[in-house]
């Protein structure tokens, strides 16, 4: 029996037994292609050539052949030569992957910095308005007690005005009062002295009409003797 039957048959059991076998995710080497076949062998019928980098499935591997049979991201089973199968990408890929990857932390350390920038500006943006604010609060505080001041001596001054009208109104009553006594005293005061004037017009006719006939009655008198 030669070694083609051979693989023949151990091919054949493989495929009869009913193990599970654990599934992994392999890459194709650094090669520039290698193909994928219908069997474990190069005499059987090429599928597919895979590419460096393309990412398969291993479903299960033959070690006595050196062949994996394996699945392609598209869905195609097939037989490949498990040396040229690799349990990572290729270097060309990782290298790849890694720069893209640097790149992005680049960029991501650049927007954190744009970030961080942009915090530190609001944040001495914020330290200045808390000052000005700070400020202005310190302000309205000294405007408010000196409201408080004004407003305390407004209202001196109100009960002071109102006490001031009171006495300015209680004087004008008296005021008043005065001018009306005085205005009676003066009445009284004409009127006493009209009288007196009446009476010495009386008393001036009286003895108009009385003394004449006094001396009248004397040189009678005296024209007797």
Not at 40 to 50: A, E, Q, S, V, Y
Not at 52 to 73: C, H, M, N
Not at 83 to 94: E, H, I, N, V
Not at 135 to 158: C, F, G, M, P, W
Request: charged share 30%; hydrophobic share 35%.
């Amino acid at each position: 029996m030669n070694i083609k039957h051979r693989l023949l048959i151990f091919f054949a059991i493989s495929l009869s037994m009913n193990h599970v076998f654990a599934e992994q995710t392999l890459y194709v080497s650094d090669e520039f292609e290698i193909t994928m076949r219908t069997g474990p062998g190069t005499d059987r019928k090429i599928l597919k050539n895979l590419r460096s980098g393309s990412k398969v499935i291993e479903i299960e591997a033959f070690p006595d052949s050196g062949y994996s049979l394996v699945r392609t991201e598209d869905g195609i089973e097939g037989y490949a030569l498990s040396r040229y199968l690799m349990s990572q990408a290729a270097a060309k890929d990782r290298l790849i992957t890694a720069q893209n990857r640097i790149k992005n932390l680049r960029s991501k350390i650049k927007e954190l910095k744009d970030q961080l920038a942009s915090l530190e500006t609001d944040k001495n943006g914020l330290s200045k308005e808390s000052t000005q604010l700070s400020q202005t609060k310190e302000k309205l505080e000294k405007e408010l007690e000196t409201i408080r001041r004004v407003s305390t001596n407004q209202i001196a001054l109100y009960e002071e005005n109102e006490e001031l009208k009171g006495q300015v109104l209680n004087l004008r009553r008296e005021i008043q009062t005065v001018e009306q006594e005085n205005t009676q005293l003066l009445d009284r005061s004409a009127r006493d002295w009209f009288m007196i004037g009446a009476g010495v017009c009386v008393i001036g006719i009286i003895l108009g009409l009385v003394l004449p006939n006094i001396r009248f009655r004397r040189k009678q008198s005296w024209s007797s003797l």
